[in-house]
């Protein structure tokens, strides 16, 4: 059971986060200021600081607020019948792929902007926890570093993925900083995993 204090904590990290976007989508995002952030969310700087590093981190974490979580709980949702690595990487794949509303629009604002880019794709690696466990909870026989191992190793190739989608090589971005994605993002998502798929099948047969 959550107790009192980490209930305080996520509540602040929670407002905190709604306050960036907020702030983020009436300005833009490089007319906030931390300190406009925490005022709008009640607190002081230094609280800020002890949950965010930046700006950046805060706006980026309201898109991508427990999306850790839910690619876990996608997993576990997969049919049993399903490999693991097939399990994996539709969950992985959906959940990257599908913002509704006003994540949709927060995303199109950080496309604009390098220092949003940079941050979306480096929470990549925040999916290592959350997958290994989910892994170790489908497939019981997997030994728990070779959950983790594989758990960072999809964390990787997703990061590659967000960095290809984007920030494609190719004509410089439009006069208005936008950065049309490249390609299909669900299919770099499948190609940048793909070779992970022999190590997952792999651990899902040993379970």
Same mark, same amino acid.
């Given at each position: @059971?959550?107790?009192?204090?980490?209930?305080?904590?996520?509540?602040?990290?929670?407002?905190?986060?709604?306050?960036?976007?907020?702030?983020? @989508?009436?300005?833009?995002?490089?007319?906030?200021?931390?300190?406009?952030?925490?005022?709008?969310?009640?607190?002081?700087?230094?609280?800020?600081?002890?949950?965010?590093?930046?700006?950046?981190?805060?706006?980026?974490?309201?898109?991508? /607020? $427990?999306?850790?979580?839910?690619?876990?709980?996608?997993?576990? !949702?997969?049919? =049993?019948? =399903?490999?693991? +690595?097939?399990?994996?990487?539709?969950?992985? &794949?959906?959940?990257?792929? !599908?913002?509704?509303?006003?994540?949709? !629009?927060?995303?199109? @604002?950080?496309?604009?902007?390098?220092?949003?880019?940079?941050?979306?794709?480096?929470?990549?690696?925040?999916?290592?926890?959350?997958?290994? $466990?989910?892994?170790?909870?489908?497939?019981?026989? &997997?030994?728990?570093?070779?959950?983790?191992?594989?758990?960072?190793?999809?964390?990787?190739?997703?990061?590659?993925?967000?960095?290809?989608?984007?920030?494609?090589?190719?004509?410089?971005?439009?006069?208005?900083?936008?950065?049309?994605?490249?390609?299909?993002?669900?299919?770099?998502?499948? +190609? +940048?995993? +793909?070779?992970?798929?022999?190590?997952?099948? /792999?651990?899902?047969?040993?379970?």
């Amino acid at each position: @059971m959550t107790g009192l204090r980490e209930r305080k904590k996520e509540a602040t990290r929670q407002a905190l986060r709604a306050a960036a976007l907020r702030l983020a @989508m009436e300005r833009g995002p490089e007319n906030v200021r931390v300190d406009d952030i925490a005022a709008a969310a009640g607190v002081s700087k230094r609280t800020y600081n002890n949950y965010f590093a930046s700006r950046e981190d805060a706006i980026v974490a309201a898109v991508t /607020a $427990e999306r850790e979580a839910r690619v876990a709980t996608a997993l576990a !949702d997969r049919p =049993a019948a =399903a490999g693991l +690595a097939d399990a994996v990487i539709d969950a992985v &794949v959906e959940q990257y792929t !599908d913002p509704g509303g006003q994540a949709r !629009d927060a995303l199109l @604002m950080i496309t604009a902007s390098p220092a949003l880019r940079a941050s979306y794709t480096g929470t990549a690696a925040m999916i290592e926890g959350p997958l290994a $466990e989910a892994i170790t909870a489908r497939c019981p026989g &997997v030994d728990p570093l070779t959950a983790r191992v594989l758990s960072a190793a999809v964390g990787a190739a997703v990061k590659v993925a967000l960095q290809q989608w984007l920030e494609p090589t190719g004509p410089p971005p439009s006069p208005a900083g936008l950065v049309v994605p490249a390609g299909s993002l669900p299919d770099l998502l499948r +190609a +940048a995993l +793909a070779p992970l798929v022999p190590a997952l099948e /792999a651990a899902g047969r040993h379970s």
